[in-house]
C-alpha cells in the first residue's frame, strides 16, 4: 500500500533525527523498497550516525546496494579509524610513569623528547621542573614550572605548590651562596622574606636567619629566633644545637 510505505518512511525519518533512535531507523529504511526518497532518507541516517566498528554491516547493506557512494564508504572508514598515535603525549606519559615510579633518568629523557617535538608542551616543560625537584636542583625547577605555568596558565593549580616549593628552596640555597661567600648581611637581607612562610619552609628559614645573626655576632637577635622556634617546636634538635651554641659563646650555662 503506498500509503503505508509513505507512512513507514516518515516514522523512520523521524527516528533517525535523534541519535538514540538512529541505528533502528536505518534498519527500517535498509528493508524498505528502494526508491530515490528511501535511498535519501537512509543514506542521511548513515552520515548522522556517529558509528564505531559493530556499525559495519549497517553500511555494507546501505554499500551492497549502492556500492558507488563513495562519501558514505568514507565517511564510515574516517569514523572508525584508530587516532593517529601523538608522539608527543606518548613521549610525556612516559615520562610521567617514569616519574611516579622513580625513574628521574628515563622521566626526564622522555619528557625531553616530547619537547623536541612540540617545544611548547607545557606539560612535558613541567615534568623537566618536577624531575628538577626531585633532584634538588631548585632554580633550575623554578625556572622550569614558572615557563610552564606561564605557557599554560589554566594549568597552574596543578603546579603552583611544586613551583611555590621550587622558589622557596631556589632562594635558600642563594642565602646560603652568600652565607659561604661571607655576605652574611646581604644573606640576612634575602633570607627574611622567607621566615614569613608558614610551617616548615618558614622554621627552616627562621633557623637558618637565627645561625645567620650568631655568625654575625648578634646573639640577643639569634637566641631570640632560636626560641622562637622552640616555642612551636619544642624538639626541634637544629634549635636546641643552635641555642646551646649561642649560650656558650655567651657563657650562659644555666
Do not use: C
Not at 64 to 86: G, H, I, K, N, S
Not at 87 to 95: D, F, I, K, T
Not at 186 to 207: H, K, Y
Request: net charge negative.
Amino acid at each position: 500500500d503506498p500509503e503505508d510505505a509513505q507512512l513507514s518512511l516518515a516514522l523512520a525519518r523521524v527516528l533517525s533525527y535523534r541519535a538514540e533512535s538512529r541505528r533502528q531507523s536505518i534498519e527500517q529504511l535498509s528493508q524498505m523498497a528502494p526508491n530515490s526518497a528511501t535511498r535519501a532518507a537512509w543514506r542521511q541516517a548513515l552520515l548522522w550516525l556517529d558509528a564505531d566498528t559493530t556499525d559495519q554491516k549497517l553500511y555494507e547493506r546501505y554499500l551492497q546496494r549502492y556500492p558507488d557512494d563513495q562519501a558514505v564508504r568514507e565517511y564510515f572508514l574516517a569514523t572508525t579509524a584508530e587516532p593517529e598515535a601523538d608522539p608527543v603525549a606518548e613521549a610525556r606519559g612516559e615520562g610521567y610513569e617514569a616519574l611516579d615510579d622513580g625513574q628521574l633518568t628515563q622521566a626526564q629523557e622522555s619528557f625531553e623528547t616530547a619537547l623536541d617535538a612540540d617545544a611548547e608542551d607545557a606539560e612535558a616543560l613541567a615534568g623537566l621542573g618536577l624531575v628538577a625537584l626531585r633532584r634538588q636542583q631548585f632554580a633550575q625547577a623554578r625556572d622550569q614550572l614558572g615557563r610552564a605555568i606561564q605557557m599554560a596558565p589554566s594549568r597552574a593549580e596543578q603546579w603552583q605548590d611544586a613551583f611555590r616549593s621550587a622558589s622557596f628552596y631556589a632562594e635558600m640555597a642563594e642565602v646560603r651562596r652568600l652565607a659561604a661567600n661571607a655576605d652574611v648581611e646581604a644573606a640576612l637581607d634575602r633570607v627574611a622574606p622567607l621566615t614569613r612562610e608558614s610551617g616548615a619552609d618558614g622554621r627552616a628559614a627562621r633557623l637558618l636567619e637565627a645561625d645567620l645573626l650568631h655568625r654575625q655576632g648578634n646573639d640577643e637577635a639569634a637566641e631570640q629566633r632560636y626560641r622562637q622556634v622552640l616555642a612551636q617546636n619544642a624538639g626541634n634538635v637544629e634549635a636546641i644545637q643552635g641555642l646551646v651554641g649561642v649560650l656558650r659563646d655567651q657563657q650562659r650555662w644555666q
